[in-house]
């Protein structure tokens, strides 16, 4: 992923990547695509990771930012695909957050919902609400000194709406249903 995102932008380093995190597989792989292109000599510079979970499933935020390691105790989230109790990549990820020069941050349920409608509004992708936890990310740093108004940011988003359908039905209105009319016009 990280060397397509290198290709995507004309083979040039982002400022920042906000990735959703779960085990940790994902951010750690990204941070060795940059390692890698970094040691051939394609790159001076790694982009800052930005490691993004949801409030509930949280071990790696924590053992970032506390540099103790402790399981996350109820992972219930909407953001299935991040829901981790044991992250499997729990030290890699950290890692890729410090080497980085990155960071990381939470958001709750309501602000990932939030963030899928703003991508499907403002894009047109409907994304899975693990993937929107990064448009979640993106706007709670709105303001802050954290990422830099000039800065290139990279937003992963990683899984499909349909992958979790149910997840999106529960905060839509549906209209009522309009029975068959044999006499309406065509």
């Known amino acids: ?54 409030e509930r499933s949280a071990a790696i935020h924590h053992y970032i930012r506390t540099g103790k390691y402790q399981n996350a105790r109820r992972p219930a989230t909407i953001a299935d695909s991040i829901s981790v109790s044991v992250p499997a990549n729990a030290h890699l990820a950290r890692r890729a957050v410090q080497e980085s020069r990155g960071f990381s941050l939470i958001v709750t349920d309501r602000e990932i919902v939030r963030g899928q409608r703003t991508l499907a509004e403002k894009t047109g992708v409907f994304a899975e609400p693990a993937a929107t936890a990064t448009v979640a990310a993106l706007r709670r740093l709105q303001g802050t000194d954290l990422l ?7 937003l992963l988003i990683t899984g499909h709406g349909l992958k979790d359908v149910d997840a999106a039905a529960r905060f839509l209105r549906f209209p009522a249903a309009v029975g068959p009319r044999p006499d309406a016009p065509l």
């Open 1 to 54: 992923m990280g060397l397509e995102i290198y290709e995507q932008n004309r083979f040039k380093v982002p400022d920042a990547i906000l990735v959703p995190v779960g085990d940790g597989v994902i951010i750690s792989g990204v941070h060795k695509a940059f390692l890698d292109l970094k040691a051939a000599g394609l790159t001076a510079r790694l982009p800052r990771l930005i490691c993004v979970q949801a």
């Open 148 to 154: 830099g108004r000039r800065e290139q940011i990279v």
